[in-house]
């Protein structure tokens, strides 16, 4: 069971101390504010496809370690740890890839920002805040209050203008560039699909890869089918839609009236990670090499079977 240890002293002098710790300059904040994401783009796309992690981040701002009740280790916990890594094969198939820098613990890229919880602020929020869904009481928003395990975040409530400056500067400038990728996907080939890349806790009753697609509606049946058999045939055992059916992501880019498909790709963790240390196991290369080998497979879709548009002429 993994177990996340707390730095929850309450005296004065911790309180001053992460108070000034929160004032002071913050160098990795800063290069997040000025980096929010990397795309790694093909020297030619020659696929209908775009690649997206959302959750693989692992620059951690110090203003938001000294407001942690947690250990550094613990807060890595909530990350798809190195997601970005397993899926990097996607620019040599031909296809951009967006992955956040930013941490999942600090900002969720995959909730909508509206998803947030009112109670964790002081003060009121000047967001559009949704009425309260079963993710954000679970304390799993956009913001998110826990880690995936299940421990508390924060020693104390926020400064509401955090969630503003946080959805500004980072969760809203990684969806205009996924939906500029997406964009120019569609112009160049007449449809676009999106894989929305991610990695899961281990669990015995889990198949190794649970493929996404909101039960039909991000995604045509067809292409979820061809991406059940290509993971089956690279020796993964596969699921559909269960735990995993999709999330902010899939939901906001999977419009097949659109021609765009969206897909949101499982992965256990256990397959690659020591999930206790957040370390990779010597089985990373050779599962990466697998991934690989069904993806080749899943790009090589036919398009007109998906009812391919007209591409719109190259400015």
Request: aromatic residues 8%; glycine residues 6%; proline residues 6%.
């Amino acid at each position: 069971m993994l177990h996340c240890e707390t730095n929850d002293e309450s005296s004065m002098a911790d309180s001053q101390r992460n108070s000034a710790a929160g004032r002071a300059f913050d160098g990795a904040l800063a290069a997040l504010f000025a980096h929010p994401f990397k795309i790694y783009r093909p020297e030619q796309a020659r696929i209908p496809f775009v690649f997206a992690s959302p959750h693989s981040g692992r620059l951690y701002p110090e203003s938001f370690t000294a407001q942690s009740r947690l250990d550094a280790l613990c807060l890595r916990r909530s990350e798809d740890a190195y997601a970005d890594m397993l899926f990097a094969g996607a620019a040599e198939l031909g296809a951009p890839m967006i992955a956040a820098r930013f941490p999942r613990a600090y900002v969720d890229a995959n909730r909508a920002p509206s998803e947030l919880d009112p109670a964790m602020f002081e003060g009121s929020l000047a967001l559009s805040v949704d009425q309260p869904n079963a993710r954000v009481n679970a304390g799993l928003g956009v913001i998110p209050r826990i880690v995936r395990d299940g421990a508390e975040i924060y020693r104390g409530k926020l400064d509401p203008r955090e969630a503003e400056r946080r959805l500004a500067r980072l969760h809203a400038p990684y969806h205009a560039a996924l939906a500029r990728l997406i964009d120019e996907t569609l112009a160049r080939f007449g449809v676009a699909i999106l894989i929305d890349c991610h990695t899961m806790p281990s669990a015995a009753a889990a198949p190794q890869v649970v493929v996404g697609d909101r039960f039909g509606q991000a995604a045509a049946p067809m292409l979820s089918d061809l991406a059940e058999r290509c993971f089956s045939k690279a020796g993964f055992s596969v699921g559909r839609n269960a735990p995993y059916a999709g999330g902010y992501t899939t939901h906001l880019y999977g419009r097949r009236e659109r021609y765009v498909h969206a897909l949101q790709i499982e992965i256990d963790r256990s397959l690659y990670l020591d999930e206790e240390r957040i370390a990779l196991k010597p089985e990373f290369e050779p599962l990466r090499r697998r991934l690989d080998e069904a993806l080749a497979r899943l790009t090589a879709v036919d398009v007109e079977a998906l009812g391919r548009a007209r591409p719109q002429a190259a400015e």
